[in-house]
């Protein structure tokens, strides 16, 4: 039997998370600009945490770097198996848990999370495997949502409809500087930030938040939560496209996401 509190939690996240290989075409750009950011090198042992379709792992991959990625989802893994094999790169995928890293002490050059490890119900948790399995001298780095911007005020408006379960951490805190910060702690040294745009096409307020109600874990449970209650379904929709409507331009959603990048000590 599981000692770990989340199971469930993490169980729903595993199931939940199983159609998001469409977006990967959102988040294949900003793995590119992350893969730069933390100066993966040939030769150099890397790992992809919540590595969804593995976009950050093959980027890094196809850099000569060694990879491993993991997540939560096996459907996921095996399209990112897939798309290692599209790109003729070895990248070793496995199933697990950010905040049970099946991996050893100072294990890797480079850890690197996009937009993955903030689903972790304990950040602390899971900062802590992230940096066991970093080397000293190692960098981590990842992407996150700042509270501000769309993904993250959409992560605030589901919270509204639907509270997330007492003891989890809001995701949208990993895309504060400040406690990002905090959290590594003394941990680490030279800590960097940069804000780089990600950029999503969309014809309308409505088709982008079809195409979300269709492979975002959060957005699904939330729909399927409201199915019986067609006003505040139709409340929510309506809040979501009005949140949509003023970062969509010529048919481009642009937001911003944070990167942050730091060497272990
Ligand atoms: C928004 S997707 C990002 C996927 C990928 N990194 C990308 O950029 O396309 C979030 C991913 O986090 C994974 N995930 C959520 N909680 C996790 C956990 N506790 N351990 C490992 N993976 C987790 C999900 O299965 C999902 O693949």
Avoid at 121 to 136: T, Y
Wanted: aromatic share 8%.
């Amino acid at each position: 039997m599981s000692t770990d509190p989340y199971a469930g939690f993490k169980a729903a996240q595993r199931e939940g998370w199983a159609l998001f290989a469409p977006l990967e075409t959102l988040t294949t750009p900003p793995a590119g600009l992350l893969v730069e950011f933390a100066g993966v090198g040939a030769g150099e042992r890397v790992l992809d945490v919540a590595c969804g379709t593995g976009v950050v792992a093959v980027t890094a991959a196809r850099r000569g770097a060694e990879v491993r990625a993991l997540d939560l989802s096996p459907v996921l893994l095996e399209r990112g198996l897939h798309n290692a094999t599209l790109a003729g790169v070895p990248v070793d995928f496995t199933e697990g848990d950010v905040e049970a890293l099946p991996y050893p002490d100072a294990h890797f050059d480079v850890v690197l999370s996009q937009f993955g490890h903030m689903f972790a119900p304990r950040p602390e948790l899971a900062i802590s495997e992230m940096l066991r399995v970093l080397k000293p001298g190692g960098r981590i780095a990842f992407s996150t949502w700042p509270p501000e911007m769309f993904t993250g005020r959409m992560f605030q408006l589901i919270s509204q409809y639907l509270p997330p379960p007492p003891g989890i951490s809001a995701t949208t805190d990993w895309g504060d500087p400040a406690l990002v910060s905090e959290r590594l702690g003394s941990a680490v040294k030279e800590l960097t930030f940069l804000r780089e745009i990600m950029s999503s096409p969309a014809l309308s307020p409505a088709h982008y938040r079809t195409a979300f109600e269709r492979t975002a874990a959060p957005v699904i449970k939330l729909v399927e939560t409201l199915k019986d209650d067609a006003p505040r379904l139709a409340a929510f929709r309506a809040e979501l496209e009005a949140l949509i409507t003023p970062y969509l331009k010529h048919n481009v959603l642009r937001q911003d996401f944070l990167m942050s990048r730091a060497i272990k000590c």
